[in-house]
């Protein structure tokens, strides 16, 4: 049973670009969890989804982010017109129940910066 | 919202001595708190995990406790061995209506040295 996985690993953006991460979860789990991580910090959480729905987007900025998990395929967390502010680390996190009632699965995280 | 915070920030002990990480939680409806070890380089790989019912929890020589009055739950680890070296995270989950998402510390940085 593959883990969460995440791609690009590394992805390198000029300021004003697009950046589009993909994250897979682990098979069989439909609740997956979107955090970014500062050099040297904690995880900040951004959003939660289920199939086709946002949960709770309270921690995205209101502007040039955003998440969808489709029916089909991989969840994607687009950042539009990247500033240097968005160089981090995000990682992708899935439970098949939800984080109250099941663990929470890490992928390995897609490093973004931003020149 | 939750607040997690974590101490220390970083540690430092000699291969066989035990380390103890602490975390203090702000809401006390949380009612999951797991422990996460992250490596260089590494996604967060959970080790250990204790629900409000419960009061301490052991897994080898990984430990974690949970006083709920206070507000606050540590992991203890015991005769530490070099693969310990890593960043440790605290979480708490607090869930409301079907939505729930984990609240994370700080980090501990811990150099197990020989």
């Known amino acids: 049973n593959a883990g969460v996985m995440q791609n690009p690993r590394h992805l390198v953006r000029r300021r004003g670009q697009e950046a589009r991460l993909r994250c897979s979860p682990m098979?069989?789990?439909?609740?997956v969890y979107w955090y970014r991580q500062l050099p040297e910090e904690g995880l900040k959480f951004m959003v939660y989804l289920q199939k086709e729905n946002i949960i709770d987007e309270s921690g995205m900025p209101k502007e040039r982010f955003s998440a969808e998990f489709p029916k089909e395929g991989p969840s994607i967390l687009r950042i539009q017109q990247v500033v240097r502010g968005d160089s981090a680390a995000y990682f992708c996190?899935?439970?098949?129940?939800?984080?109250?009632?099941?663990?929470?699965?890490f992928g390995e995280g897609s490093r973004l910066t931003v020149l | 919202g939750e607040n997690v915070e974590q101490h220390p920030s970083t540690l430092s002990v000699q291969e066989g001595d035990s380390a103890v990480i602490k975390c203090t939680y702000s809401d006390s409806a949380s009612n999951y708190f797991p422990w996460y070890k992250q490596e260089l380089g590494k996604g967060p790989q959970l080790i250990i995990d204790i629900r409000s019912n419960v009061g301490e929890k052991k897994d080898q020589r990984i430990a974690v406790t949970l006083n709920k009055t206070a507000k606050h739950f540590s992991l203890h680890i015991t005769e530490t061995q070099p693969e310990d070296s890593a960043v440790y995270f605290c979480?708490?989950?607090?869930?409301?209506?079907?939505?729930?998402?984990?609240?994370f510390g700080t980090g501990t940085r811990l150099q197990v040295t020989l």
């Open positions: 996190a899935s439970s098949p129940t939800g984080v109250n009632t099941g663990e929470l699965f």
């Open positions: 979480a708490a989950c607090l869930s409301s209506g079907t939505a729930s998402k984990l609240t």
């Open positions: 098979k069989g789990h439909s609740h």
